[in-house]
């Protein structure tokens, strides 16, 4: 793939004026549980951004951005880079103002890190390239809000088909909207996108402990469904599994069950994900059409701008393989 800081000047910069979609990315270096490398989200998103670029125009290769390598409220783990949202959103405005002055129009903010914050600084980053008349959008918001609504799993089934155990396979169709972290979903995107970056510790690994929901989260989940307040219930919902699943000790750094993870189940999410993301990247892209917005957009205020963690795990915590 073409890393446009790499290229000439003159021949960068016609590119872009020519229309070229250029490919953002902003990922953290993070725990992602004993199996996984620290930089899972950055090769995922560069399997995902070869997708996404082969079906918007097939006849030439993408034209990236590196890594940026920050993020905001990474796993807690050996390796984790903690960077504030003030910082990330600082930077991925000035990355995006930097691409516009260049002559970019079409701009992919691509990540596979699934912080509401990271997620915010991202649409910051869609904020700036529209202040220069470019259209941007990040893939992540419509994956996150697709697992936020998702109700019946039933079109998943295919992803567990190898599972033996039927009532194994049902628990990981009926949990794969809390599937949030290096758990099932993620460590097979991950062998279908870069398999020699997963160790067959995985295979050993065990089930993610029960995740007990925060109790005063579940019961704001309630009374906001109880208003009709629907979408602001199911992210509540979110927040107090996240939450319960941060305060399981020892803490697993997964979700799910990595070991029944395998590469065919990562590239029937992989077809899945560009089926769903190709008609918004074209709407978005193509027609000028909103882009998709970040879930749990709350979080921002009542966190004071990041300024007040939402989670905490020791390093000393973490469980040890």
């Given at each position: 793939?073409?890393?446009?800081?790499?290229?000439?000047?003159?021949?960068?910069?016609?590119?872009?004026e020519?229309?070229?979609?250029?490919?953002?990315?902003?990922?953290?270096v993070?725990?992602?549980?004993?199996?996984?490398?620290?930089?899972?989200?950055?090769?995922?998103s560069?399997?995902?951004?070869?997708?996404l670029a082969?079906?918007?125009?097939?006849e030439?290769?993408?034209?990236?951005?590196?890594?940026?390598?920050?993020g905001?409220e990474p796993?807690?783990?050996?390796?984790?880079r903690?960077?504030?949202y003030?910082?990330?959103?600082?930077?991925?405005?000035?990355?995006?103002?930097a691409?516009?002055?260049?002559?970019?129009?079409r701009?992919?903010?691509?990540?596979?890190?699934?912080?509401?914050l990271?997620?915010?600084?991202?649409?910051?980053?869609?904020?700036?390239?529209?202040?220069?008349?470019?259209?941007?959008?990040?893939?992540?918001?419509?994956?996150?809000r697709?697992?936020?609504?998702?109700?019946?799993p039933?079109?998943?089934?295919?992803?567990?088909?190898?599972?033996?155990?039927?009532?194994?396979?049902d628990e990981?169709?009926d949990k794969?909207?809390?599937d949030?972290?290096?758990?099932?979903f993620?460590?097979?995107?991950?062998?279908?996108y870069?398999?020699?970056?997963?160790?067959?510790l995985?295979?050993r690994?065990?089930?993610?402990?029960?995740?007990?929901?925060?109790?005063?989260?579940?019961?704001?989940?309630?009374?906001a469904?109880?208003?009709?307040?629907?979408?602001?219930?199911?992210e509540?919902?979110?927040?107090?599994?996240?939450?319960?699943?941060?305060?399981?000790?020892?803490?697993p750094?997964?979700?799910?069950?990595p070991?029944?993870?395998?590469?065919?189940?990562?590239?029937?999410?992989?077809?899945?994900?560009?089926?769903?993301?190709?008609?918004?990247?074209?709407?978005?892209?193509?027609?000028?059409?909103?882009?998709?917005?970040?879930?749990?957009?709350?979080l921002?205020r009542?966190?004071?701008?990041?300024?007040?963690?939402?989670?905490?795990?020791?390093?000393d915590?973490?469980?040890?393989?």
């Open positions: 793939m073409p890393e446009l800081a790499s290229l000439p000047h003159a021949e960068a910069r016609a590119l872009l020519g229309g070229a979609t250029v490919y953002l990315a902003v990922n953290p993070e725990y992602h549980g004993p199996h996984l490398s620290l930089h899972n989200d950055a090769l995922i560069a399997g995902l951004i070869r997708d082969a079906r918007l125009d097939p030439h290769p993408p034209l990236t951005v590196a890594d940026l390598e920050v905001v796993c807690a783990g050996p390796g984790s903690h960077t504030p003030l910082t990330v959103s600082a930077l991925v405005r000035e990355a995006c103002r691409l516009c002055e260049m002559g970019a129009t701009i992919v903010l691509m990540t596979f890190h699934g912080s509401p990271h997620g915010e600084a991202l649409d910051d980053g869609i904020e700036e390239c529209a202040k220069h008349g470019a259209r941007a959008f990040a893939p992540l918001a419509l994956v996150m697709h697992m936020l609504e998702l109700g019946d039933a079109p998943y089934a295919p992803a567990v088909a190898h599972v033996t155990d039927a009532r194994v396979r990981l169709l794969l909207p809390l949030f972290h290096a758990g099932f993620e460590t097979s995107l991950a062998l279908h870069a398999p020699d970056s997963v160790s067959s995985r295979l690994l065990p089930p993610c402990p029960d995740i007990v929901p925060d109790a005063a989260l579940r019961r704001a989940s309630s009374a469904r109880a208003l009709g307040r629907e979408e602001l219930a199911r509540l919902s979110l927040a107090a599994a996240g939450k319960g699943w941060n305060a399981l000790r020892p803490f750094g997964y979700t799910s069950r070991a029944q993870a395998t590469r065919e189940a990562g590239a029937f999410f992989a077809g899945a994900l560009m089926d769903a993301l190709e008609p918004v990247a074209r709407g978005v892209l193509d027609d000028g059409a909103e882009p998709p917005r970040p879930i749990l957009r709350w921002r009542l966190t004071l701008q990041g300024r007040i963690p939402t989670s905490h795990v020791p390093v915590a973490i469980l040890r393989q």
